[in-house]
């Protein structure tokens, strides 16, 4: 991989990580779409720590008032009750299925789900279910809300993000929709939560960066840190535009993305893997 290659997986992950239209299924269609070989699962993986480093530092207050309030709430019974230390509790929740799921079925993750085709139907299948959560959700509750049932639903849904083409933050904000929270509070539990989920997934595999025929160690490190520039505008963005509009803009997208990479897939014009 060239370091102009690794600047604009970059530049995609940091872009795609928080729209929901899938960080890791364009991180395989890209390179698809360019020539470029596939850059796997480990990079995809590690890149992602650089727009982690951007969450870390955007919601770096929200995360400290969590992380605190948890840690001193296990010796002050009277701060067990606290918002801060229940979301604490409910980001640990969540982030349990994805964790079980994604070690059990690495092998899966690393190889046989990267073909094209299935992160096409995954594009458009989720777009129609993020159609169907935005139509449907009531839009009444905010992150104050959240509970250890929604906590447990958003973490299954999260899950779903090892498929590429599913998208991390198109899952867990669809849910948060049809739970009935509004599409900047669902935003916003998502982006959270996705700190333990992304750095656990990146920090797993580090140890296969510089292995074998993948992307060295420098390209890494470059694709890292312009996903944390472009992730920063990403999330800044995102949380304004769901302030006062719908998700049907990355529904589109995703659709009509998807029925494109099948034409292309049948035309021979890509491979499929």
Request: no cysteine.
């Amino acid at each position: 991989m060239s370091i102009f290659e690794a600047i604009v997986l970059g530049l995609v992950q940091g872009l795609t990580e928080f729209l929901p239209i899938s960080s890791s299924g364009h991180l395989r269609v890209v390179p698809a779409l360019a020539g470029w070989e596939d850059p796997g699962a480990a990079f995809t993986a590690v890149v992602q720590l650089g727009t982690m480093a951007a969450v870390l530092v955007y919601f770096r207050r929200d995360l400290w008032a969590i992380g605190s309030s948890w840690i001193r709430a296990l010796w002050t019974p009277a701060l067990r009750s606290a918002r801060e230390t229940r979301l604490g509790w409910y980001l640990i929740i969540a982030t349990i299925p994805i964790s079980v799921l994604g070690l059990a079925f690495a092998d899966q993750i690393e190889t046989g789900v990267r073909d094209v085709r299935l992160v096409a139907l995954m594009l458009i299948g989720f777009g129609l279910v993020m159609a169907v959560a935005d139509r449907r959700g009531s839009r009444t509750k905010s992150i104050d809300d959240v509970n250890t049932r929604d906590g447990v639903a958003v973490g299954f849904a999260q899950s779903l993000a090892l498929i590429p083409g599913v998208s991390r933050s198109g899952a867990t904000i669809s849910a948060g929709l049809f739970l009935g929270y509004r599409r900047a509070d669902a935003a916003r539990f998502s982006f959270l939560l996705s700190v333990p989920a992304v750095v656990l997934s990146g920090l797993f595999e580090l140890r296969n960066i510089g292995a074998g025929d993948g992307p060295g160690v420098t390209v890494t490190i470059v694709g890292v840190i312009v996903a944390f520039v472009a992730g920063y505008a990403s999330i800044a963005w995102l949380l304004r535009w769901l302030t006062s509009h719908t998700l049907t803009v990355f529904v589109v997208y995703r659709v009509v993305l998807g029925v494109a990479l099948l034409v292309l897939v049948a035309a021979g014009t890509i491979a499929p893997t």
